[in-house]
């Protein structure tokens, strides 16, 4: 049998070549950016860019997207550029329910090397601080505009607004004398105020927040203090778990006639140590312990004059409570500057050392549990006493400068300390007798020796001081100090009310504008435009306006607005 022949076509190409040279070319990967470096090191790359850059870095693929937003790349983000490790603006302990937080490690990982910060949405944390840096945010209105501006001004015309972590309380306009508490959702809850001795329905003259941290048993309860034109408060415990629309109170103090007053326009409230602020000026403490109101001293001031602020901090080391208080003061002739005081109240029963504040006659000291045991003042215009050099000259005449027709408001948290000049476009003689809150009199002084503030200290631009108040373990020479530190431009009219908390400053004109100072840089942003066709002497110059760490509550010719920065 003959073999079969082989075709003379040529035999197909081999489908590997056995050459080392080759078969590495053939093998060869293509390096790009995403598996040429570990992660670790594209973070390190990563940490040395800005939030624009980083948030510029999720178009290009999905694992730089994946990098980019890693946790703590913009906690360390947020710490560089803002110093610190938290929201700013918060008042006591009422956390809110609402925020973000990220996906906690598995119960195998190691808790030692995680801490509570790791569960906080860092990227979400600088977005707030960012609008607030911009004057980005969203509006929200809670009352009809045309009503508030409108409506005539009572004896207390201030609506008092105060926020408690992702709760807004403010006093009633249809009933003065209830609270509404407004959660996020929009529900709200009354809490009504009891009064035995008004004839008719009592307004609500000022409220305070508890400031001391909750126990366990009680982190869903609201613990504040409502005030009434009587003399009589109210405390209340709000459990906003419970589904009642109303509350009544839990504690009722009625006033003697011996201790009944003009009405309380400010309070500070650390549970169980409240301290209250008459229209008078005159400072009570009162001792909440053991479910029972005990009225323990009364002081009076005849050198300090409102508007006033109050911040009551504790005092850890001395088991003790800390009262700082920024005032106005009068300068001579018929003007104006701020000052400051320092209580500490401690329940020894101490008198105090140094008073300038004087107490009522008819109190022993041991009336009561809690009492002023160290009080220290100082005073943004101050004349030193004896010869002067030119140094010190030239700051008095700093001082004069800085002083004021008019006070519009002062307001302190503890370490800075602002005042808001008044509006003296009516520059009409006061009538004898008169007493205007903030307004000196002018018994005796001529229409010639009226003073207007120079243009850099007009109504609007307000005037920052750092308040030094040294330890009082420290030497008696080291006194308390104010010291001028820079003028705030900005607002286009007069201020009609102010808050400070943590550094950061907001302002309500009387024109409706909204102005936010960050006091450590010393940067301000308009966050509200002015009312349109508003102009001077048009607006009602009664307002107010308070922020925590998301969000500003404002009061004025809009009506209740409430603007958040959490968008």
């Not at 977005?127 to 501006?149: L, M, Q």
């Not at 001031?301 to 001395?318: E, G, I, K, N, Y």
């Not at 701020?338 to 109240?345: D, F, K, M, S, Y």
């Not at 100090?481 to 201020?495: A, D, E, K, N, W």
Request: charged share 20%; with cysteine; net charge positive.
């Amino acid at each position: 049998m003959s073999k079969h022949r082989l075709s003379p076509a040529p035999l197909p190409p081999a489908k590997r070549l056995h050459h080392t040279r080759i078969s590495s070319q053939g093998h060869f990967l293509i390096t790009t950016f995403d598996n040429a470096l570990y992660d670790e090191l594209i973070l390190f790359i990563f940490s040395f860019l800005n939030s624009r850059d980083l948030c510029a870095m999720h178009r290009t693929n999905r694992n730089c997207a994946r990098l980019a937003s890693d946790n703590q790349l913009w906690k360390a983000l947020f710490v560089r550029e803002y110093g610190k490790t938290r929201l700013r603006g918060g008042k006591g302990f009422y956390g809110r329910t609402d925020g973000r937080s990220v996906k906690p490690l598995p119960s195998r990982a190691s808790t030692s090397m995680s801490s509570a910060d790791d569960a906080l949405d860092w990227k979400w944390m600088y977005r707030i601080s960012s609008n607030w840096k911009n004057g980005r945010c969203d509006v929200e209105h809670f009352t009809d505009a045309e009503g508030a501006t409108l409506a005539p001004p009572p004896a207390f015309p201030r609506q008092h607004v105060i926020l408690a972590g992702g709760f807004t309380i403010s006093s009633s306009k249809v009933c003065g004398s209830s609270l509404l508490v407004r959660d996020n959702g929009g529900v709200s809850r009354t809490l009504l105020c009891r009064s035995t001795l008004a004839r008719s329905v009592a307004e609500i003259s000022a409220i305070a927040l508890d400031q001391s941290p909750p126990s366990l048993s009680s982190s869903h309860v609201i613990r504040l203090a409502a005030f009434l034109t009587t003399g009589e408060f109210n405390i209340f415990e709000h459990d906003h778990s419970s589904l009642s629309l109303t509350t009544t109170p839990k504690q009722t103090y009625v006033p003697s006639s011996l201790h009944r007053v003009s009405p309380v326009t400010h309070a500070a409230y650390n549970h169980p140590l409240l301290v209250t602020l008459s229209h008078s000026f005159t400072l009570m403490i009162y001792d909440l312990s053991n479910d029972c109101i005990t009225h323990t001293q009364t002081l009076t001031s005849f050198t300090s004059h409102p508007p006033t602020s109050l911040v009551l901090s504790t005092v850890p080391s001395a088991a003790s409570y800390k009262l700082v208080m920024a005032y106005a003061i009068p300068v001579y002739p018929a003007h104006w500057s701020v000052g400051a005081t320092e209580l500490i109240i401690s329940p020894s029963g101490i008198l105090p050392r140094k008073r300038t504040f004087t107490t009522s006659s008819g109190e022993s000291s041991s009336q009561g549990a809690f009492e002023v045991s160290v009080t220290r003042s100082t005073r943004a215009f101050d004349v030193p006493q004896g010869w002067i050099d030119e140094r010190k000259l030239q700051l008095m005449r700093d001082q004069w400068g800085r002083k004021v027709k008019k006070v519009a408001d002062t307001q302190t948290d503890g370490k800075w300390v602002v005042l808001a000049p008044g509006d003296v476009t009516d520059m009409s003689p006061i009538s004898h007798g008169s007493s205007v809150e903030g307004t000196a009199p002018q018994q005796g002084h001529p229409q010639l020796l009226s003073y207007i503030s120079p243009p850099s200290h007009t109504s609007n631009h307000l005037q920052l001081y750092r308040l030094h108040v040294p330890p009082i373990s420290s030497s008696s020479v080291h006194t308390p100090r104010l010291t001028f530190v820079r003028t705030l431009h900005g607002p286009s009219g007069s201020v009609s009310a102010l808050s400070l908390a943590d550094g950061r400053c907001v302002s309500l004109s009387a024109n409706g504008a909204i102005w936010v100072w960050d006091l450590e840089g010393g940067d301000g942003i308009e966050v509200a435009r002015p009312v349109e066709g508003s102009f001077a002497g048009t607006n009602s110059t009664y307002g107010i306006v308070a922020f925590d760490e998301r969000r500003i509550v404002s009061a004025g010719v809009r009506g209740i607005e409430e603007r958040r920065f959490d968008i």
